[in-house]
């Protein structure tokens, strides 16, 4: 059985954030690692590979050189291979070509069930692994909050505001699940030493068949006009509670803005 | 003008509220048809007296049976046989999936969580935890949209509202996941977290006692939250999260209270117009958000503030 999991390099959230000239993310001024939500999809087939026998579990990203970082994580944690489509044209595409770039990577690999974590932690759109289930043509049971594999049909329970949904379906398929589905593990010092000796394939546009012209950022099907960072918010005001004086101030303030 | 396809969603057999949103940005850019899943009869005088000029009820089963595949289909015939020139969709985890396969299918560009649109059809967002405000447009196709719940404030138009049923063919591969099992939740009988006008927060500070949260709430006719840490603790239901995973709300007034403000949380609320803090460490990152922040125990100052406004309502 192979199992490949979506992984995206993204800024860290805790530093600084922004865009650079050409409106695109920045990825220069602050760290950049594994996208947070992708590591409990790593987890999620670690964990099938754990239970079954002969499970591979391959890790495959697109961006630049530094998303190496993201697939050493993944590797580190436990993965058995990974694919990196690298391509100076990539750059600047938008969620639509990253899928169709993903969906063609995913096609030439040839497994058995794509996991994706439920939305990146930088673009936070969650959109992708539901393009990437429509341009295979195969099932996309998504937003798992639990996941399980029987055989050859994959079953998870997705939680909305009205109800709990069981949602099965079929092998191939693509899953995405969500931050409730367990815990990620940390790399063991195993792990560490194992994945530098793990296989990394490079991969580009030309490999894929994909034509540059379809992808990037003069491609993309959205145009970012402005990026404007949001004025600093101005201190408020802070009281120390002291015999009632906090409820006073809060009273106060909820008049004044007539929310009582 | 062209159409704009809106779609309607229902919410306790009512018409959603971010649908009526959406009716009032559509009208700006188009004529608004609104597409109703399953039976339109419940709501179609409500859509019609929001400017829907004519209202598409889709009552196909593959829809009800299978996740997400079968309305993006559905939408893609729609939008095409109307030419539309634009679908609204409602932000949310399923609004968002449909919206991504139907972009797919049109090969058009694809907004998502816009906050608002303009005439011209360009969109505004806020990213990265609300720090950033970015304007975009769809270049290429029928542009889809997905609009954040409280984007705009709604407003009657009265138009036609006539009913059509459609009919549109779901393909075998759109029913790939079966919907096997479902399960209702109970309703809180609090507002929808996302719509909101009021909503109150709790966190690690409660110590997992959410009763001086809700009873606040209660008070203010607020929605509840909670922060990732309260929901990872086993405390609030993970439907109320605040956050990165879970909501993202923006409403008139946001009350945290023992919520540290960690970026996982501040994403889901930082946009919120005004923010009241309660929490014991003076040092917490949240207060940095505050228009007013308390520093003492919300376990005797909740209380305290509800009763207040128990007194003033009497």
Known sequence: MKIVVCVKYVPDATGERGFADDNTVDREASDGLLSELDEYAVEQALQIADAGDDVEVIALTVGPDDAADAIKRALQMGASGAIHVLDDDIHGSDSLATSAILAAAIKRAEPDLVICGMASTDGSMGVVPAMIAERLGWPGATLGATLELDGSTVTIRRDTDVASLTVQADLPAVV??????GEARYPSMKGILAAKKKPVEELSLDDLGIDPAEVGLDAAWTKVEQTVPRPPKEAGKVVTDEDGSGVGALVEFLSAGKYI | MS????????????????????????RRIGTPVAVVFGSAAPIAAKLGEYGAARILEVTDPAIEEYLVAPKAEALAQLATSAGASAVLISSGAEGKEVAGRLAVKLGSGLITDATDI????????????????????????????????NAVAPEAASAEGVVESVSVTISDAAKGARIVNIEPKQASGRPELTEAAIVVSGGRGTGGDFAPVESLADALGAAVGASRAAVDSGWYPHAYQVGQTGKTVSPQLYVAAGIS???????????????????????????????????????????ALTKEIAARKS
């Open chain 1, 176 to 181: 995405s699940v969500t931050d409730q589905s």
């Open chain 2, 118 to 149: 303009g005439s011209d059809g360009s969109t505004v967002q806020s990213v990265f935890a609300g720090n950033w405000t970015v304007k975009a447009s769809v270049t290429r196709g029928t542009p889809v949209i997905t609009v954040k719940p």
């Open chain 2, 3 to 26: 159409d704009v396809l809106v779609v309607a969603e229902l919410a306790e057999g009512a018409v959603a509220k971010p649908t009526l949103e959406l009716l009032t940005l559509a």
């Open chain 2, 261 to 303: 403000g960690a970026i996982q949380h501040r994403a889901g609320m930082q946009t919120s117009k005004a923010i009241v803090v309660v929490n014991k460490d003076p040092e917490a990152p949240i207060f940095a958000l505050a228009d007013l922040g308390v520093v003492g125990d919300l376990h005797t100052l909740l209380p």
